[in-house]
């Protein structure tokens, strides 16, 4: 037997104990070290980029200016960012509604269905390949399939625009947190006579809730905040319409663009309120996320 194994006679440590356990301290320090210092660089910018935001955005942010009309002329002081609030979460809720029901299925089909099946890699592929497509991609998409074709920029062209952004996301996470869910419990239920789907409905989607829930909040929020699949998709109005289907309508994010490369002041003003909007927006996204999952996260454990 080794020295390295064998106890001194008194009965304490091995000789080689101490110098391998001072080792693993010392390493483990120095990667806690790095590890912080690597997030409080990545939160710097983050912190100082919400802080200016807030800022500036403050300046002109009052519940008129969530509520009211925009200014016919961006030169022209005061107006509010009342069609674009409501346009945001029109097209984003209705870019919700086509992408998380087909994304959960496509999903389910991938983990519980296609396994290792030709089409389910090719499902796999494309979904990963999709995720890594720029935005602006989408939006042309959308536009040569559906702007040009019906001659009309609208809600719903640009609802398209962003379910076709979250559709990946959505199939990714719900593959990835239907494989978590352990193999014993659908064995169970199908030793208790459940068939297939019924196993998938009360036993493995319930353990996988919260994973699935907060990627598509998670995905709603990514698509309340792009701008280029919108700006060809939708059009600018200066007044507030809820018909997705009907006329032009407008969004923060392109609010944001246009305001922002006014050079006027007042439109400049517009765009850092605009900013600060959509932050709260998706800030109130994530917050839902997380009480989603922890909600979820109980009741599994109860």
Same mark, same amino acid.
């Given at each position: ?16 104990? =101490?110098?391998? $356990? ?9 990667? *806690?070290?790095?590890? *912080? ?20 955005? $403050? ?24 069609? #674009? ?10 870019? =919700?509604?086509? #992408?998380?029901?087909? +994304? ?23 979904? /990963? ?5 720029? @935005? ?26 962003? !379910? ?14 239907? @494989? ?5 419990? &659908? /064995?169970? *239920?199908?030793?208790?006579?459940? &068939? &297939? ?10 353990? #996988?809730?919260? +994973? ?13 905040? /792009?701008? =280029? ?17 009907? +006329?032009?309508?407008?969004?923060? $994010? ?5 305001? !922002?490369? @006014? ?33 979820? #996260? ?5």
């Amino acid at each position: 037997m080794s020295t390295a194994t064998v106890p001194p006679p008194s009965g304490g440590p091995s000789l080689t104990a =101490a110098p391998h $356990s001072r080792r693993r301290k010392l390493s483990n320090a120095v990667a *806690s070290v790095l590890i *912080s210092a690597t997030f409080l660089i990545a939160l710097v910018p983050l912190v100082f980029l919400v802080i200016y935001v807030v800022q500036q955005g $403050s300046k002109v942010m009052s519940w008129s200016f969530v509520t009211d009309d925009l200014p016919f002329v961006d030169r022209l002081p005061g107006g509010g960012m009342g069609p #674009a609030v409501v346009g945001t979460l029109l097209i984003t809720g209705g870019a =919700a509604l086509m #992408a998380i029901p087909l +994304g959960v299925l496509g999903g389910i089909y991938l983990n519980e269905y296609g396994g290792t099946r030709p089409l389910a890699r090719l499902i796999r592929f494309l979904a /990963e390949v999709m995720t890594g497509v720029p @935005s602006i991609v989408m939006g042309l998409f959308i536009y040569t399939l559906v702007v040009l074709n019906t001659k009309e920029r609208t809600g719903f062209a640009g609802a398209l625009a962003l !379910a076709c952004l979250m559709l990946p996301i959505v199939i990714r996470t719900t593959d990835q947190m239907l @494989s978590l869910v352990p193999a014993e419990l &659908r /064995e169970g *239920s199908y030793a208790l006579g459940s &068939r &297939r789907v019924r196993t998938i409905r009360t036993v493995v989607l319930p353990n #996988a809730a919260a +994973g699935i829930v907060s990627g598509a909040l998670i995905a709603v929020a990514r698509a309340a905040g /792009e701008t =280029a699949p919108l700006l060809f998709t939708i059009g600018v109005v200066t007044e507030t319409n809820t018909d997705l289907f009907k +006329g032009q309508n407008t969004a923060l $994010s392109v609010q944001i663009f246009n305001n !922002a490369t @006014s050079p006027f002041t007042p439109a400049q003003d517009r765009a850092w309120g605009a900013a600060l909007t959509l932050i709260v927006i998706v800030f109130v996204f994530t917050i839902l996320a997380r009480l989603v999952t922890a909600f979820f #996260a109980r009741r599994q454990t109860a």
